[in-house]
Structure formats: structure tokens, C-alpha cells
């Protein structure tokens, strides 16, 4: 069972609008979480990590939030554009073993219309 | 922009070839990894590496084998391809701090015949 679930699957949003991606969590022990941005027929780009302590972490227009109690996490994008459209990607990390596996969620699939 | 990159980008191959997808990184990371992603599926760890010589199988099953002769390098084999190996093979590395992240390279898109 996937242990990184995030919703929705799937998002259409017009260009200049706001948008929330969710993602749930049951990794433990839990040691980091990330947000990858994948481009079709690309490999993912980390925008934002964090840890136990953080409950919020911007980078440009992302600002990506997470409640460590409640084990949930939220990417915020403001004002779309176009190069937003990816596959949004919940990654979360264990502190279980000197791997520091990662768990990685579908994803959500953007699209930003003009 | 990571430095990693991955050869073939797309690859079409008949079924029982021998194939292998290059990875390269010129960051110096001492760990590297190899996914397998399908369409709207979560990546899976298929093979990782802490550093040279050492080689170990990830969470998915896989009939791929890796080798870590170099530290910048990190090649997949696949000794006799099938339909079913047809998928995204991602590459990536990291410099092995505990929240370090995972530089991934653009992907293999692989389909066997």
C-alpha cells in the first residue's frame, strides 16, 4: 500500500489562478518531505523540502506547507502560468535506515490553460 | 540545473536484445539511483548505489543488474529485454547527507517489441 497519497489526481486550472495540491502521509519514522515538479518526458526537480520543525517553506510562487501532527502537507501555487503545468510529485522521506528511503505519491497532473 | 544525464533518451528494441541505459553525473555524489516509473504511477527504487563497488537492489523487483565501477557513472543492464520491461527508467544521485536531495536526470523511455 502506497504510504504517500496525494489529490487530486488530476487539476485544470485557467492561467493567473491559485491552486492547492494535497498530499497524505503515513511514512514513520519521518524524517523529511519534498515536492518534485515533473515535466512530461522529464525527470522530476525538487522545489521545496522539509523537515520535522518546518511548517512552511516558499520558493517563488510555491509555497508548500506541512503539519507533521496531522501528517499532511500542501503545495500552493499563486498565480498560474502556463510552465506550471507538471505532474506534482509528494515525496517523503524515513529516517528508518542510512538510505534515507523515499516514498514517493502519484502525483498530481496540472494543467494551466491560457 | 543537475548535471546528470542519461543515454538513450527513447529507446525501441525487439524482444530477447541485450540493452544497457547509461547515467552519468559530474556533481561527485557519492549515491545514485535508479527508478522505474510508469504512466501516472509513483516511482519505484529498482537499484542504488553508495558509492563505487557497492551495488544493491531496491523495493522493486527487477531482471535489470547495475554496476558502480566509477563514481561518475552508474549503467543499467538488461540481459534480454521483454514487453514487460517497457517504462521510464530515471537515473538520479545525491551527495549522501541526511536531507539531501535526489538530482534526478531526464529518463529512458523504453519500449520492447
Known amino acids: 500500500k502506497n504510504q504517500v497519497e496525494q489529490s487530486p489526481q488530476s487539476l485544470i486550472i485557467l492561467e493567473g489562478k491559485n491552486c492547492t495540491l494535497q498530499?497524505?502521509?503515513?511514512?514513520?519514522?519521518?524524517?523529511?518531505l519534498r515536492w518534485y515538479k515533473q515535466d512530461t518526458g522529464r525527470g522530476p526537480v525538487s522545489l521545496t523540502i522539509?523537515?520535522?520543525?518546518?511548517n512552511t517553506k516558499s520558493n517563488g510562487r510555491y509555497t508548500a506547507t506541512l503539519d507533521a501532527d496531522t501528517k499532511q502537507s500542501s503545495l500552493h501555487i499563486t498565480a498560474s502560468q502556463l510552465s506550471d503545468s507538471a505532474s506534482y510529485i509528494c515525496?517523503?522521506?524515513?529516517?528508518?535506515?542510512?538510505?534515507?528511503?523515499?516514498?514517493f505519491g502519484r502525483g498530481t497532473q496540472l494543467t494551466v490553460w491560457p | 540545473e543537475a548535471d546528470i544525464y542519461q543515454t538513450p533518451r527513447y529507446l525501441v528494441i525487439g524482444t530477447g536484445k541485450k540493452i544497457t541505459l547509461e547515467c552519468s553525473q559530474t556533481?561527485?555524489?557519492?549515491?545514485m539511483y535508479w527508478y522505474q516509473q510508469d504512466p501516472g504511477m509513483e516511482l519505484h527504487l529498482i537499484h542504488y548505489?553508495?558509492?563505487?563497488?557497492?551495488?544493491e537492489k531496491g523495493d522493486l523487483s527487477s531482471e535489470s543488474t547495475v554496476s558502480r565501477i566509477r563514481t561518475e557513472h552508474f549503467p543499467l543492464t538488461l540481459e534480454s529485454a521483454r514487453p514487460s520491461h517497457t517504462s521510464q527508467y530515471l537515473c538520479?544521485?545525491?551527495?549522501?547527507?541526511?536531507?539531501?536531495?535526489?538530482?534526478f536526470g531526464p529518463g529512458t523511455r523504453l519500449t520492447v517489441l
Open positions: 538520479a544521485s545525491s551527495s549522501g547527507v541526511n536531507t539531501d536531495t535526489q538530482y
Open positions: 498530499c497524505n502521509y503515513t511514512v514513520s519514522p519521518f524524517s523529511n
Open positions: 522539509m523537515t520535522f520543525s518546518e
Open positions: 515525496v517523503v522521506s524515513d529516517r528508518g535506515s542510512t538510505l534515507g528511503r523515499l516514498y
Open positions: 556533481m561527485g555524489h557519492d549515491k
Open positions: 548505489s553508495y558509492g563505487v563497488n557497492s551495488t
